[in-house]
């Protein structure tokens, strides 16, 4: 791996960008806490009887994710309604970046 950059990963727990190690395994959380609690979820999990790869949320949570989904898909259409009305390079790629920027926060789960 010398010499190569790898690409940043994201916390397990939270979904924030995690710093790289220089040496030895990525990390998978980006705090101590994260991987705290994401050990605390499985143990909660495991005594449940719940699957293993099985994520819980409050319902507030749910509903959080929900309404990032719905920023993402709203954002989206603004790129197509844009598109359609041969909008500019310029209103394109601030839309564009918009959209990015929505559907990163959208993959955190908390």
């Known amino acids: 791996m010398i010499g190569r950059t790898r690409e940043p990963e994201n916390c397990l727990w939270c979904g924030r960008p995690v710093a790289d190690?220089?040496?030895g395994r990525r990390r998978r959380y980006c705090r101590r806490s994260?991987?705290?609690r994401a050990y605390e979820q499985r143990t909660l999990t495991r005594e449940a009887g719940l699957p293993e790869d099985a994520v819980v949320l409050t319902a507030e949570e749910a509903s959080?994710?929900?309404d990032r989904a719905f920023e993402v898909r709203c954002a989206a259409e603004d790129?197509?309604?844009a598109v359609?009305?041969?909008?500019g390079p310029a209103e394109l790629a601030a839309l564009c970046d918009e959209l990015v920027r929505l559907a990163r926060a959208a993959?955190?789960?908390r």
Do not use: D, F, K, M
């Open 107 to 109: 993959e955190r789960l």
């Open 64 to 66: 959080a994710v929900a």
């Open 21 to 23: 190690a220089p040496l």
């Open 34 to 36: 994260c991987r705290q």
């Open 84 to 87: 359609g009305e041969g909008a």
């Open 79 to 81: 790129v197509a309604t």
